[in-house]
């Protein structure tokens, strides 16, 4: 068996979702049981002592979860010699090898590439037509909550589509109005239902992204955020983990300890303070701004003390 890589993509592949957990695991392991040309031997019982070795897992089960890949395409079976092989489709795609041991197993027919390519385009045909045929049907007098069933784990989970955009309508009034679900839009549901199967969680999401001054554009720097910019998992991340909330209404210090200009003339002053009186020294200055105290008077006050006591000890 060979090392190969699985890329962070494969855990989110939707065409791999339809199969089962198990087939995924079984798709996986084929990469390492095939040459370096994406061939492998396709004989149920050597795959199960190859992939599953401490596992005791019927012929039929293996038989199966190909079968689950076969259907959607990510492996083509051929026989040579009588003996069974299969192809996997788009291995070099996926796979980086280097240098290339001699191939172990036979090559595929290409009438048989062919064919499987030529049935690949028919199918993706039909779902598109079926698709869009069954859009067709839905009208806007529909109120039975939207969802759409997935097999994980052998049991069925709904994703609350119309819930999700429901709570986005409800509280985020300062954004764009959500005004339908496409399908690109569900995928991207979907896929973060599965990562976060809790409407709280997208009520929490919601939420944040409204009492944010920055997103919702209250602060004149950005007026870009809608729906699809918060589904997406990145900035879904950013958005829980805090990075846009309000810093706060208003900042007494900054980091070197001086209190910030309220206006341009207030900055003016300050500055010339600095300059002036103090020499440059905004360690000096920013002491007694941020003490609440008045900077010119209280610095005459300490140089008169300061002048006092080098008299007294000159004398």
Partial sequence: MRSRMIKPEFWSDEKLARVSRDARLLFAGL?????????????????????????????????????????IGV??????????????????????????????????????????????RETLATESRDAIDETETETETETETETEEIVSNGQKEKTPFDAVASLYNEICQSLPKLQKLTAKRKREIRT?????????????????????????????????????????????????????????????KNARGMAPPASEEKFTEEKRVINEMFGGDVREYGFWVSEGKPPIDEWRKQRCRADNHLSRVSV
């Fill in 31 to 71: 990469w390492s049981t095939s040459d370096d040309y994406g061939v492998t031997k396709g004989h149920p019982m050597w795959l199960r002592s190859q992939i599953f070795p401490y596992d005791d897992i019927q012929q039929g089960m293996i038989e199966k979860w190909l079968h689950e890949l076969e259907e």
């Fill in 75 to 120: 492996i083509i079976k051929f026989i040579h010699n009588g003996e069974t092989f299969y192809y996997i489709k788009n291995f070099k795609k996926h796979q980086t090898v280097d240098k290339p041991s001699k191939a172990r197993n036979p090559e595929p027919p290409e009438n048989i590439l062919e064919e499987h390519s030529r049935d690949t």
């Fill in 192 to 252: 973060r239902w599965r990562s976060y199967p809790d409407l709280e969680t997208f009520k929490r999401l919601f939420q944040k992204a409204e009492e944010s001054d920055f997103l919702t554009g209250r602060n004149g720097r950005w007026t870009g955020c809608n729906f699809d910019w918060l589904i997406k998992e990145s900035n879904m991340v950013k958005v829980l983990e805090g990075c846009y909330d309000n810093k706060g209404a208003e900042i007494k």
